[in-house]
T-cell receptor, first 117, second 112 residues
Framework: GAVVSQHPSWVICKSGTSVKIECRSL??????MFWYRQFPKQSLMLMAT?????????EQGVEKDKFLINHASLTLSTLTVTSAHPEDSSFYIC?????????????FGSGTQLSVL | GENVEQHPSTLSVQEGDSAVIKCTYS??????FPWYKQELGKRPQLIID???NVGEKKDQRIAVTLNKTAKHFSLHITETQPEDSAVYFC???????????WGAGTKLIIKP
């Protein structure tokens, strides 16, 4: 199946610094990518929908100035956590939508565990 | 908005027995229902999916059923094995904006 590469897989940063997470679709073009965060033992919570060439759509309660999303090409979307704080520590996962005719599927990156000290 | 309820939150079955996880959705326009398996510390992996024009789909030991009238769908795992232990998520596709609405997850424990 399609592959979505997400980097880094694990990052530790100091409070107040910014962290960038990359999500790449390796063998297909993804016009839409989604960013989720997942707290331990909980479900995935959609943060934002990223469309290539346009501004991301953020879910209610997600600060767009804190979680900057850039979808500059059909194969790359980035999430930047700005001025990170300990409460931003979480497992962040991206997914990319592959569309084949009338069918479409979501493929997930491997996730990024962010720990803010 | 769309809501997906998933039950049970935890399911413990004896190895070799069957496991059933149920989900209900609220938006009648939902037309695609995937199931994901997530092992500890790993990404969710699609294991089976069903579209609204189909009532049942089977892939070896895994099957999914869909009742559009009642707006619920279920995952069935037969002859469970230790490697089936994981958290399973159901989801419903919101066609208006291509989002997936997720259930809360079911932790499946296979007892040897």
């Amino acid at each position: 199946g399609a592959v979505v590469s997400q980097h880094p897989s694990w990052v530790i940063c100091k409070s107040g610094t910014s962290v960038k997470i990359e999500c790449r679709s390796l063998d297909f073009q993804a016009t839409t990518m989604f960013w989720y965060r997942q707290f331990p033992k909980q479900s995935l919570m959609l943060m934002a929908t990223s469309n290539e060439g346009s501004k991301a759509t953020y879910e209610q309660g997600v600060e767009k100035d804190k979680f900057l999303i850039n979808h500059a090409s059909l194969t790359l979307s980035t999430l930047t956590v700005t001025s990170a704080h300990p409460e931003d520590s979480s497992f962040y996962i991206c997914s990319a939508r592959e569309r084949q005719g009338p069918n479409e599927k979501l493929f997930f990156g491997s996730g990024t565990q962010l720990s803010v000290l | 908005g769309e809501n997906v309820e998933q039950h049970p939150s935890t399911l413990s079955v004896q190895e070799g027995d069957s496991a059933v996880i149920k989900c209900t959705y609220s938006d009648s326009a939902s037309n695609y229902f995937p199931w994901y398996k997530q092992e500890l510390g790993k990404r969710p992996q699609l294991i089976i999916d069903i579209r609204s024009n189909v009532g049942e789909k089977k892939d070896q030991r895994i099957a999914v059923t869909l009742n559009k009238t009642a707006k619920h769908f279920s995952l069935h795992i037969t002859e469970t094995q230790p490697e089936d232990s994981a958290v399973y998520f159901c989801a419903a596709h919101r066609p208006s904006n291509y989002q997936l609405i997720w259930g809360a997850g079911t932790k499946l424990i296979i007892k040897p």
